[in-house]
């Protein structure tokens, strides 16, 4: 294949090849038919032996061909791995979506299945079964309608509730995959049981279980909790395992809760525990790795907006969900963002730390502490003292302190972000004026970072005083670097390595003997640009519209 993007020459010649490569096959099969005795097994009768007419023996013939193909697809995805890495020739195969495919979609992972018999008249998608169990035993039959790409030959499946978003409650496994894998139910009896398992059942066992769990010593328990936020979104999925993963790997310490919201389906909730089991297995962490689920919570009747939806009520709902339910008995938890990737273990224990290995924010004083009832340990952001001049009275209450914070003190101790440490028992306090305060902001104010203000004021409600540091993490170098941990990076005459040049992430397992520190997170909510970029000179570049994987 040397086909090239926009090389309709290309595209024509492996169009030639493969509809040669079919009739080969078709030729063969017939030949193969043509050479058996007048009678034979038909497929919809399994062992019942019928008088071959030339018609049903043509169509005989044409079922054996697509069987053919699909024995061949095996070999077909190996030869497409090769492809994905020789460059735009690999466009036909190694596209992100079976849309774009121009090879049916059976070839790219169906296959005839024992005990399932494709739907017939031939060319009748996986929509006409009507019921789970019709669903289980059918085969799309598409083969030369709605495509490409052509999904005969692909097992339905049935959705695990209600139907999928094109509408029908069964489609062929290989659309489901790419558009809704998370909706996919199962034709297995016992787990179809299980997909009428709700998700109110779901969290009233994980209460069930929590309060029977044998309560371990003091001695035995991780201090740290790393907590994050997600909703059932498959981009999610990916960043949360990037998060684990990388936390794992440079050997950060603690336990770790995944709080995720809105997972409806069993499917769903099956797809987040695999997803986090399967990295904590791989590092031999299964027993400090939680998923925790809670109800989606993206619109709040509180704020008056008439059900507007506002995704990051996510997150302060989702925190304080599980710390109602859960009662996590360690000692200290940190929030973090699920668009982290762990760098080096993240320390905390100030009280403990070498003052070369931090950089505290300009204001921070008396910082050298543990964690402390009031004394938290944060990241700057700059969120600024801007939500001074909100209705603070309305918001905290008349007589808060968070009415009485300065300017200078907003400062000094408010303007932080993740990861946030904090002891468990200040952050059930802390949650639940996050919770409250956001929908009151919400009424009049509408900016995206009203979560992270509704949080700032009920850290200043609880006299939270946060010692804040700019060397947790680094994003974005254009803006504000100095809040950041850019300065360990750039400092002259450092002993850093250069990831780039040596082809591997910077963190302890790769380069073991650093001795300089660097910053823990790298946090990738924004858009890097290197000093060699040029905006002039990008605008007149080609690229490929279709990316390669």
């Known amino acids: 294949i040397n086909a090239e993007y926009g090389d309709s020459t290309g595209t024509m010649r492996l169009s030639v090849v493969a509809v040669l490569g079919l009739a080969v096959l078709t ?3 017939l030949l193969v038919l043509l050479n058996q005795p007048a009678s034979f097994t038909t497929p919809s009768a399994p062992g019942q032996t019928q008088p071959g007419t030339l018609l ?3 169509d005989d013939a044409l079922i054996k061909r697509e069987r053919l193909w699909a024995g061949a697809a095996k070999g077909l995805q190996r030869d497409t ?5 020789v460059g735009p020739a690999a466009d036909l195969l190694a596209t992100d979506s079976p849309k774009s495919s121009t090879i049916p979609a059976f070839l790219l992972g169906g296959q005839m299945m024992e005990g399932r018999q494709e739907l017939q008249p031939r060319n009748t998608g996986c929509y006409a079964a009507t019921n789970k169990k019709q669903c289980c035993a059918a085969i799309d039959s598409r083969y030369t309608i709605h495509g490409p790409p052509f999904f005969g030959g692909s097992p339905c499946v ?9 509408g029908s409650m069964c489609e062929p496994l290989l659309w489901a995959k ?6 996919i139910g199962s034709c297995d009896p016992a787990e179809q049981a299980k997909e009428q398992e709700s998700l109110e059942d779901v969290i009233a066992e994980q209460k069930r279980a929590l309060s029977m769990a044998d309560s371990d010593s003091e001695e035995s328990r991780h201090d740290l909790n790393l907590m994050w936020v997600t909703d059932c979104q498959l981009q999610l999925e990916w960043s949360s395992v990037l998060l684990l993963w990388s936390a794992l790997r440079v050997g950060q310490q603690g336990d770790f809760t995944r709080i995720a919201t809105g997972c409806e389906t069993p499917n769903a909730r099956r797809f987040v525990s695999e997803a986090m089991e399967t990295v904590a297995e791989i590092f031999g962490a299964r027993d400090r790795v939680t998923v925790h689920f809670a109800p989606k919570h993206i619109t709040d009747s509180r704020d008056g907006t008439d059900g507007e939806v506002y995704t990051p009520y996510t997150k302060a709902f989702g925190v304080k969900h599980f710390l109602d339910h859960a009662s996590p008995r360690n000692r200290v938890g940190v929030i973090l963002d699920p668009d982290f990737l762990f760098n080096r273990p993240l320390e905390y224990r100030m009280d403990q730390i070498d003052a070369e290995h931090v950089i505290p924010a300009g204001r921070t004083k008396d910082w050298q502490h543990d964690i402390e009832p009031g004394r938290p340990v944060g990241q700057m952001y700059g969120l600024g003292d801007g939500w001074l001049n909100y209705n603070l009275k309305e918001i905290c209450g008349p007589d808060s302190p968070c009415t009485k914070v300065s300017r200078a003190d907003a400062m000094r101790y408010f303007t932080m972000g993740p990861p946030i440490f904090m002891l468990m028992s200040d952050w059930a306090k802390v949650a639940q004026g996050w919770y409250d305060y956001l929908p009151i902001i919400r009424r009049t104010r509408k900016d995206w970072m009203e979560e992270m203000r509704s949080y700032t004021m009920s850290a200043a409600h609880h006299e939270q005083k946060t010692s804040i540091f700019t060397h947790y993490q680094i994003s974005d170098k254009s803006t504000r670097p100095d809040d950041e941990g850019w300065p360990w990076i750039e400092r002259p005459g450092n002993n850093l390595p250069d990831p780039c040049r040596a082809g591997k992430a910077l963190n302890p397992h790769n380069f073991p003997d650093i001795t300089d520190p660097y910053p823990p997170i790298l946090h990738y909510c924004q858009a890097y640009e290197p000093e060699y970029y040029d905006p002039v000179s990008y605008t007149h570049l080609t690229l490929p519209t279709k990316r390669i994987v």
Not at 81 to 85: C, G, L, P, Q, S
Request: aromatic share 8%.
């Open 81 to 85: 791995e090769a492809v994905r890495h």
């Open 56 to 58: 049903s023996r043509l």
């Open 178 to 183: 790419g558009e809704e894998p998370q909706t």
């Open 158 to 166: 049935p959705a695990a509730q209600g139907k999928f978003k094109s």
């Open 27 to 29: 030729g063969f099969a």
